[in-house]
Structure formats: C-alpha cells, structure tokens
C-alpha cells in the first residue's frame, strides 16, 4: 500500500483497481500466521485441537484374549462334530466373570462358563455362545450347569478377540497432526493417556472503539448504542477455538486508545472493530500507525469493505492486527472470511474454510457496485436439493439478517445480480443447525 492511499483522498471515490480482492487480502493475511507451540493438558480439554506428537501405544488392545459372547469356552477338538442331533456333552469346571481371570484350565472333556469381555482361559481355543448349548433347557428344568450340550460345531477360534486386535503395543495410534476429536479423546483414554501436547489455542485480544459505544451494563442515553461487536467478536473467536479477550472500549482519543491498547501483551492476535473506514477520523488510523506497521485496505467485497491489517508492536515483539469494520454484520462477516481462518491457521488446522455448497436463490441478490456480495441466507433442502433465501433487509447495520443465515450466497464481483432461481455458491456458517426459516 502506498503512504497516499492510507489517507482519505477528499472529493472523488477509490478507482476499482484500488480496491483488493478477498482472495488478495486473505492471502496477505494467512502469510503472517503459523501454527503456535505445543501444550500438554488433560486429554478432555483438548476437543477441536491438533495433536502435537505422535501417539504410541504403551499396551496391547485388549490387553488379553476376550471373549466375543456370553458362553463357554472349550476346547475346539471337543466339539469339531457337535450338532443339534448328535452334541457333545462337556464338563463346567468354573465361571469367568468380566474382567476376572481364571485360574483354572480347560482341558478335554471340559468347558468354562464365560461372560462377554472375559479373558479366554488356558486351553480354551473357540467360545460357544450359550444360545448353541441347552444352557435354557438345563436352567428351565431345574438342573444345575454341572455339564452342558454343545449344540454345534463353530470353526477354531470362533468368537475370541485376539490380545493386540485393536491395538499393538508401541504401535503408532495417532499420528502428530491428527484432529482431537470425541474418538481421539475415547482412543486415547483406552490406552491411559491422561495428558497429552496439543497446539496451544491462540488468545485474540478484542478491542471496540468509538465514542458512540456504551457497555452492556453502561446507560444507554440518546446518541449512544450498545457495544454489540466485542460480544459478537468474542464468541466467533471461542467458535473457531480460540481464546477471547475482551478489552473493552475505547474512546475515539488518543489517550484512551493506547490506554486499552496496553491490554494487548501476550496475545496472538488482536481484533478491533471500527474506525478504519475511508470516511473515519483518522484517530485510530494514527494511534495504529504509530504503534505499528498498518495497511487500511477497502476489499472488493460487500458487506465488510474497509478492512485493516497489520502488526503492533509490544513489549514481547509484533502482534498481529486485525481491524474490522464498525457495523455490526460488517464485522462478522469480515470475521467469517479473515479473522476466522487466520485463528483455525494457529491451531494447526490446515481446512482453514467453511464448507461451500451450491444452492439455488428464492430471491434475487442485487450487486450495485462491482464488489463481491456475500448475501445472509437461510439455507433449507427440499428433494435433496438446497434453496436459499436472502433473510430480509441486508443493510450492515441489520444484526437480524445474521442472526436468521445458517450460510452466505456470494453474488460474483463482476454479476450486477443473481436471480430467483439462479445456482449460487453458498459458504455454511453453519452446518445443520436449526435455523427458522
């Protein structure tokens, strides 16, 4: 960026060529983010995070042969030539309980009693379900299990789980990389493991600014609104896991900005929302500058046209800065498309987008001035095939239409419009949820 272009020029708008595209912005944004270091923590604290080592097994999974079924174990020669007219009738020396082991041996002419998950006794090579044996019969008669009927002859080895089936000691069970997910958490607390290293989550220092903006608990007298984009803010950076810090607001002085700018200290990434726009005082754009190295980029996109970017300096070295715009939906979904991959980036993910389907507009989404639309829709399928339909007024300002779109239509830059009917691409915010249509 050019030290002009950083300024407002007065009297005449930007040329086109001026403007970035999001593919330009986004790339000059990702460039600047790696992965974080690693952490050790308790495995249930790591969901949504990557695994930052490899993870070998200390054991054998199962650690011992188990049976399959409730049954009997035996000795395979035994009952090579059982069936329902001819069966063999076996000795029960015992019972095995799960996760009991026995003593005892089968040896020929024997059979142990076995629940499911129980280690399989010496001797025995094949399990017998009880439902193969007059196990019913003998109990409705009132007879003891002091012998039993195999009923039929199973193949060697029947309904036993090797020791090592699942898993071998000191094999490789999930590689350096790997995504924590539910499985990984069962995965690894089936082999004891307690803790484990993980990227460490970025923290996001978020930062609102203007003159205009009151606190939740703050009064609201005429002239003022809530501060509605440091709530917003925080949540998406806890969305896409991360670790929100929330510094409050600042007033449109100098003073005031650097004094919540001192907040910033041990933070990944700091966002701040408003005063970055073309038309803006220039206090924030000055305060930003002087703190760092700042480009104030208009991207050919809408909503979310200024954008800024750029890195702060602080006692530990550079912090990189996102600016958002001040209006609410424009922050959100500047959010979407820069914030949220660059945290996802820091994490160790390399899927750094949203799903992208393609869908069909009820309404028409109108492109006035040649910049990227992404339209607030709320996706539905019908048939197997998704429709979906603008949420009302799409003005910046109006916080609703957000809330009502599980996704965002994208009406290409150089498309004056797309039209009811017409195939779009359409990013999911999300995927499934309940949305009202």
């Not at 089936?165 to 995965?187: A, M, T, W």
């Not at 220092?205 to 609201?220: Q, R, Y």
């Not at 949203?354 to 009820?362: A, F, M, S």
């Amino acid at each position: 960026m050019t030290e002009e272009s950083l300024h407002h020029h007065h009297g005449h708008s930007h040329s086109h060529e001026d403007m970035l595209s999001v593919e330009d912005a986004l790339s000059q944004i990702i460039s600047c983010f790696n992965a974080l270091d690693p952490e050790e923590k308790p495995i249930l604290e790591c969901l949504g995070q990557i695994l930052a080592e490899d993870v070998t097994s200390p054991l054998n999974l199962p650690p011992l042969s188990n049976s399959g079924m409730d049954g009997y174990a035996v000795i395979w020669d035994d009952i090579a030539h059982s069936s329902l007219q001819n069966p063999r009738q076996l000795k029960v020396i015992g019972v095995i309980p799960a996760g009991q082991v026995s003593i005892q041996t089968v040896t020929p002419g024997s059979a142990i009693r076995i629940m499911t998950g129980a280690p399989v006794p010496a001797g025995a090579d094949t399990v017998i379900p009880f439902e193969e044996t007059d196990e019913v019969e003998r109990r409705n008669l009132g007879h003891g299990l002091a012998n039993i009927n195999i009923n039929t002859n199973l193949p060697k080895g029947s309904n036993i789980r090797p020791s090592g089936e699942d898993v071998k000691k000191n094999q490789l069970v999930l590689e350096s990389g790997s995504i924590i997910r539910s499985s990984e958490i069962s995965v690894l607390a089936s082999l004891g493991l307690q803790n484990i290293k993980v990227i460490r989550r970025p923290l996001v220092s978020i930062l609102a600014t203007g003159d205009e903006l009151v606190p939740l608990d703050g009064k609201l007298i005429p002239g003022k609104i809530y501060d509605s984009n440091s709530a917003g803010v925080a949540a998406s950076v806890l969305a896409a896991g991360g670790i929100p810090k929330i510094l409050g607001i600042a007033q449109d002085t100098v003073e005031s900005l650097n004094d919540k700018l001192e907040g910033i200290t041990g933070s990944d990434l700091v966002i701040t929302s408003a005063g970055v726009s073309k038309g803006d005082y220039d206090v924030v754009k000055d305060v930003l500058n002087d703190k760092g190295k700042m480009n104030f980029w208009s991207v050919r996109m809408r909503p979310a046209k200024p954008l800024a970017f750029g890195h702060l300096k602080d006692k530990a070295g550079l912090i990189p800065m996102l600016g958002l715009p001040g209006n609410p939906v424009s922050a959100l979904v500047a959010f979407e498309m820069f914030a949220r991959p660059a945290i996802r980036k820091m994490l160790g993910l390399t899927m750094l987008d949203r799903p992208v389907i393609e869908g069909i507009l009820t309404h028409p989404i109108f492109n006035a001035d040649e910049r990227r639309v992404y339209a607030r829709v709320a996706v539905s399928k019908d048939n197997g095939v998704y429709y979906a339909s603008p949420t009302g007024p799409q003005g910046s300002n109006i916080l609703t239409s957000m809330s009502k779109a599980n996704g965002l239509a994208i009406c290409p830059d150089d498309e004056p419009s797309r039209n009811a009917g017409d195939k779009v691409n359409i990013i999911m915010l999300d995927w499934n949820e309940e949305v009202k249509l």
